[in-house]
């Protein structure tokens, strides 16, 4: 079946204009996660979703930073007043929670570029 | 709370070398351990994973036993090719969450 999507692929944006990312989870998962991967970096954990509510929201770096999801699938990443430091790539995942072996699916991100 | 310590990279291989890339744990009970991949320009996809202590997971030559008496899940491979340069992270799930904790990476760049 398809995997994890997200839109844009590429987003170039000014500073200091809104952005908004989507990810289109797997059907039936669950559990959705955004991510943010500077350039050469690990993985910084945003927030978390459990259905359509955010257990853990405590990586969001400041107010700009927002997310929501609805109807337990699609998700949106929203940074408002963009800055430089927010030039990274954004990955969501999603998994099925069953046991203790939940992995985690991710899509392909999208790369944010703040000029 | 659940952590998870990653050899630092990067690491340079030449092609049919063995690797081993180093990740111990600690953590609140058993949790399942994973690893992800991620190859240039792509999201992270799961390589392996072990759901209880002394699993052995593997998957494309790769292999990681779930070691509870060192708290250890080291990647191995026993020759490795150009195509697996690539980024790898060890992974763990928080203890009484859903979240995952991973490593920082470890960057493999393997020279024919």
């Known amino acids: 079946g398809a995997g994890v999507s997200q839109s844009p692929s590429n987003k170039v944006t000014e500073k200091g204009k809104d952005v908004e990312l989507r990810c289109d989870p797997i059907?039936?998962?669950?559990?959705l996660y955004w991510y943010r991967q500077r350039l050469g970096q690990g993985l910084e954990f945003l927030i978390y979703f459990q259905g359509n509510s955010a257990p853990d929201k405590s990586g969001l770096p400041s107010d700009r930073f927002s997310a929501e999801r609805t109807g337990e699938s699609v998700s949106t990443l929203t940074i408002q007043r963009t800055q430089q430091e927010d030039s990274a790539v954004y990955l969501c995942a999603s998994s099925f929670i069953i046991g203790n072996s939940y992995e985690q699916y991710f899509g392909p991100g999208t790369r944010l570029t703040v000029t | 709370g659940n952590s998870v310590t990653q050899m630092e990279g990067p690491v340079t291989l030449s092609e049919e070398a063995f690797l081993t890339i180093n990740c111990t744990y600690t953590?609140?009970?058993?949790?399942?351990l994973f690893w992800y991949v991620q190859y240039p320009g792509e999201g992270l996809q799961l390589l392996l994973k072990a759901t209880k202590a002394d699993d052995k997971g593997s998957n494309k030559g790769f292999e990681a036993t779930y070691r509870k008496e060192t708290t250890s899940f080291h990647l191995e491979k026993g020759s490795v090719q150009v195509s697996d340069s690539a980024v790898y992270f060890c992974a763990l799930p928080t203890s009484g969450t859903y979240k995952y904790i991973f490593g920082t990476g470890t960057r493999l760049k393997v020279l024919a």
């Open positions: 059907s039936g998962h669950t559990a």
């Open positions: 953590a609140t009970g058993y949790p399942s």
